[in-house]
């Protein structure tokens, strides 16, 4: 990108410790002077919040990176769905800039505004290329789906298989945006647990959140005969090397549906793979996974497969460092391409792990997350620190045998 990467940096780093008081400058401002744009919004702003932030984030740690044109790209054509417009892309670009300015106090200069001007100007043109590219190849804002199965597991999971209306394609691996009537204007990303199948359906295993306003609606209240919006696939974990190569999955709670569909792809297309796959859940009860895992295991006899859990009684994440004790008994990390999917806790931890054993980092594939909770950034103030602690972080203990629908 042909802005001054280094000034845009040192003028964030001050914005991020301030990030609080950005976002909520940033979205009074936006609010206020264009009255019509607050309805484009979710009721619930502070998952939104969030993501503004991770999105800049990504764009300022990217500046020098070739694919974050692909990224912008992608970003517009996924926009489409909140009907964005060049207007509300102007009047978005006006409020970030004033926002900017007042969390940056002197770190505000005259040429800091110049390229962050410049900067946002490029990141419109890139995400309104991606989304004219979508329009004019004919793909639709979204696609409705219909719910035509929901299984329960337990009291927090649920598997839906939707048909969506119009031909919908996906590489395995990759995750949707979802929107139900039920939680209005709020998206969230789902990976999709099959490779593509002749009648088009597509299974997505929903974890539900404590708290969380879809993911209850999507587990506890959605059935078949409901419709559902998916928005245009996207995710990273498409990367494909070479049939022969050695491969390590590694999946963890629902991030079991991704690898699900990389595994039933490669049964497919190459059913002599070498290599290994670690299903790891909190509790035995909460492997729903494992008659499936099993059946693939008979049509990948190359497969060697561990199921790793939490020992009764002891916290969830026993079961990852369970885990991690088993990746350090294995050999040949140089040699393996990996895939990881599962909280983003795990995959950082994890993350690191492989790459003490050896593991390139070219060769592990996982989705960027987006962050859990509040702000990561840390408070500048004590004052801030009181004003927004760290959210408590707790998980239901409950089973998740399959249930009768
Ligand atoms: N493409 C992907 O990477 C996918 C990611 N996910 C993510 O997986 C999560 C699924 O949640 P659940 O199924 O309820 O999983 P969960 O909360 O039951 O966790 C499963 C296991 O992950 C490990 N874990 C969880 N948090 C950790 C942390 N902070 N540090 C280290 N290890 C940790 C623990 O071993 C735990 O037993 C969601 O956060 C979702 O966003 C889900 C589907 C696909």
Same mark, same amino acid.
């Given at each position: 990108?042909?802005?001054d990467?280094?000034? +845009? ?10 990030a ?11 609010f ?17 919040r969030?993501?503004?932030f991770?999105?800049?984030?990504h764009?300022?740690t990217?500046?020098?990176d ?10 517009? %054509? ?8 060049p207007?509300? !892309?102007?009047a978005?670009? @006006?409020s970030?800039?004033?926002?900017f300015?007042?969390?940056a ?5 005259i040429?800091?505004?110049k390229?962050w001007?410049?900067?946002y ?7 309104q290329?991606?989304?004219?590219e979508?329009?004019g ?19 927090s999971?649920?598997v839906?298989?939707?048909?969506? %209306?119009?031909p ?10 979802v ?12 990976? +999709? ?8 359906t597509?299974?997505?295993h929903v974890?539900? +959140?404590?708290?969380g306003?879809m ?29 022969g ?6 999946c ?12 039933e792809?490669?049964a ?5 793979? @070498? ?12 492997l !729903?996974g ?7 295991k ?10 790793i ?14 885990? +991690? ?5 294995? @050999? ?16 950082t ?6 790459t003490?054993l050896?593991?390139?980092?070219? %060769? ?5 997350l ?10 500048s ?25």
């Open positions: 990108m042909p802005v990467p280094q000034l +845009i940096r040192s003028t964030f780093a001050v914005v991020e410790r301030r609080e008081h950005a976002v909520t400058f940033f979205y009074s401002h936006l206020w002077n264009n009255p019509g744009v607050r309805g484009l919004f979710p009721e619930d702003m502070a998952p939104q969030d993501r503004l991770a999105a800049l984030t764009v300022v990217h500046l020098e070739p694919a974050l044109a692909a990224y912008l790209g992608h970003l517009g %054509r996924d926009h489409r769905k909140f009907l964005a417009s207007a509300l !892309y102007a978005v670009g @006006e970030l800039i004033g926002a300015a007042h969390a106090g002197s770190a505000w200069t040429e800091a505004e390229a001007t410049e900067a100007g490029l990141v419109v043109e890139l995400m290329a991606g989304a004219d979508a329009a190849a004919g793909e639709p804002a979204w696609w409705d789906a219909d719910v035509v199965r929901h299984q329960r597991y337990g009291d999971l649920a839906l298989t939707l048909r969506p %209306r119009q919908f394609p996906y590489l395995p691996g990759q995750y949707v945006s929107s139900s009537l039920r939680v209005p204007r709020v998206w969230r990303t789902y990976s +999709i647990a099959n490779a593509p199948r002749v009648d088009g597509l299974d997505l974890s539900r +959140i404590p708290g306003a993911s209850t609606a999507l587990v506890e209240e959605t059935g078949p005969g409901e419709v559902l919006r998916l928005s245009a696939p996207g995710g990273g974990l498409t990367a494909r090397t070479p049939a190569g050695l491969r390590t999955y590694i963890a709670g629902t991030g079991w549906a991704p690898v699900r569909a990389l595994l792809e490669a497919e297309a190459e059913p002599d793979l @070498e290599g290994r796959l670690f299903v790891v859940a909190r509790a035995k009860d909460h !729903y494992r008659p499936d895992a099993e059946a693939l008979e049509r990948l006899p190359g497969l060697n497969v561990t199921y859990t939490a020992a009764p009684g002891r916290r969830r994440d026993q079961a990852t460092e369970r885990l +991690i004790h088993a990746l350090q008994a294995c @050999e040949q990390w140089p040699a393996h391409e990996v895939y990881l999917a599962g909280p983003p806790g795990f995959l931890e994890t993350v690191e792990v492989l003490e050896g593991t390139g980092p070219d %060769r592990v594939h996982h989705d960027t987006p962050a859990v909770g509040r702000f990561t950034v840390r408070p103030t004590a004052a801030e620190r009181l004003l927004g602690p760290p959210q408590l972080q707790w998980h239901n203990p409950e089973a998740r045998e399959p249930r009768e629908p």
